[in-house]
């Protein structure tokens, strides 16, 4: 990089350990191309972005699977949806159909040389393990398995545990659907009415929620509360909750407290165990670019995972799950005897033998990940999404949109959610998608644009701010 081409100011130690935020500031020349370009040039994962399928403009506006001509790069800022395909990934699929068709059932156990892949019973292990550094677990507080939403109901059939006085359920008033309709079947299925059980924290301005509110809310039912459930990073809006202080806020007034991490692994740094949280789910097909509804990820705290046999006995104590056979220990598993042994940690809230194909696409995204670390991508991510803001923003105090995500950077992941003025969003979703851009639109009138450091590059902010930007009719 240029001597004094980009000042910024990055002091993680002056931050609250939930975040590694950073403060930039950008040159009068950073809305140049040359500037976009010479941060790319010294940018330290700028390689990462060769291990991604791009898409390319002219492919995005593909009807059928054949081939089109035309190469240039479309912009993908939709890995806050979907994550880009990683190059290995065909490889690591490819692996798993050639060791089904060559050794069928032996697959099950037997590692082949010069596979990518463990035995498929391994792989969920393996995964996990892998994974723990990503959400700061200790190994064996992970487990791969299901779907986000199917883990959230497991881990909700453990750690939701109502009487007469204490069974509501405090959430956030934006909570993504499905996890509202997840809360709200669990209480009925109890035997509660979600209308009095379902406590929705509601925002303090705009769409943000402050940590005091959330802290004021617990104060209002903690008498009456069983279960406090948030997102780690909000889907809508982007903000960062932190997670740290609620988590033990909350537990100073004995409470459980889970976390749905579906935009959060991936995107900003966890430290689920130190942080103490008591259980997590997150997906694996937005920043952590398995493929669509590839399998999912959960986290249990290790306190709660103890399987314990007092003084020798033959029965196992431990925390109540919704169990199956592959929540039991691997060495008894197929002694079909009947007596159940639970898998000590996260594992032991697996049930069914995993699809190994699902399983595949997650090891292919986490060796790309094994090349670097969520500090890393942190670091990028922060200076992206300032350098994306600070385009936007610049000049032109009266701009025919706002941004909703919190201006502070240790509040916010990768995206940030742009509020059109009304009637705007048609027309500028046209001119992305003429551009090749892609982002996700929700109506009425948001755009969220996700910067994702492993594969997007600070020329890809730079185009997009002068597409919109134009298309918003500034200069
Ligand atoms: C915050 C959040 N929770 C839950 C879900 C549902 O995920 P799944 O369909 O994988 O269960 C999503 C999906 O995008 C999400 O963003």
New binding site residues.
Partial sequence: MAPGILQETYNPTTVSDQTFAGKHSFPNDADSEEYARSLDSADPLRGFREKFIIPSKASLKRKSLSAVKGDEDGIYFCGNSLGLQPKCMSRYIQAQLDTWASIGVAGHFTELEESPLKPWQSMADSAAEQSCRLVGALSGEVAIAN????NLHLLMASFYRPTQTRNKILLEWKA?P??HYAIESQISWHGYDPKEAMILVQPDEDHIISTRKIMSTIDEYADEIALVLL?GVQ?YSGQFLDISRITEYAHSKGLTIGW?L??AAGNVPLKLHDWGVDFAAW?TYKYMNAGP?AI?GLFVHEKHGKVEYPNGADTPVFRHRLTGWYSGDKASRFNMDNKFRPIPGAGGFQISNPSAIDLTSLCASLSVFEETSMEELRKKSLKMTAYLQHLLLKDDPERPFRIITPLDPSKRGAQLCLLLDSGLLDCVSAELQKAGIVVDQRKPGVIRVAPVPLYNSYHDVWAFAQVFRNAVGMK
């Fill in positions: 779907t986000l939403t199917v993504f499905s996890d997102p889907y749905d579906a935009h997906c509804g999912a």
